[in-house]
């Protein structure tokens, strides 16, 4: 595992300094949580971030859980 030649450690024929690298490479595609976007829910008044799942209609989106748009229905009626 300690290659002579290189005088570096590698891990399946990839060096540190590489894993490295990659790793640098993704951090910088990952989006952290409090640079996401959010909305207030309008029945618990709570903060709610973003999720992948709600990307192509983020701006329909206006509850923050089924139970509070069932809880806005159930309140609409009465």
């Given at each position: 595992?300690?290659?002579?030649?290189?005088?570096?450690?590698?891990?399946?024929?990839?060096?540190?300094?590489?894993?490295?690298l990659?790793?640098?490479?993704?951090?910088?595609k990952?989006?952290k949580?409090?640079?996401?976007?959010s909305?207030?829910?309008?029945?618990?008044?709570r903060?709610?971030?973003w999720?992948k799942?709600?990307?192509?209609?983020?701006?329909?989106?206006?509850?923050?859980?089924?139970?509070c748009?069932?809880?806005?229905?159930?309140?609409?009626?009465?």
């Amino acid at each position: 595992m300690f290659d002579k030649n290189f005088n570096k450690w590698k891990v399946n024929n990839i060096s540190f300094y590489e894993l490295e690298l990659k790793k640098d490479q993704l951090m910088t595609k990952m989006t952290k949580k409090r640079d996401l976007p959010s909305k207030t829910c309008p029945v618990c008044n709570r903060p709610f971030v973003w999720r992948k799942k709600w990307e192509k209609n983020w701006e329909s989106v206006k509850y923050c859980s089924k139970k509070c748009s069932k809880e806005a229905k159930f309140l609409k009626k009465n």
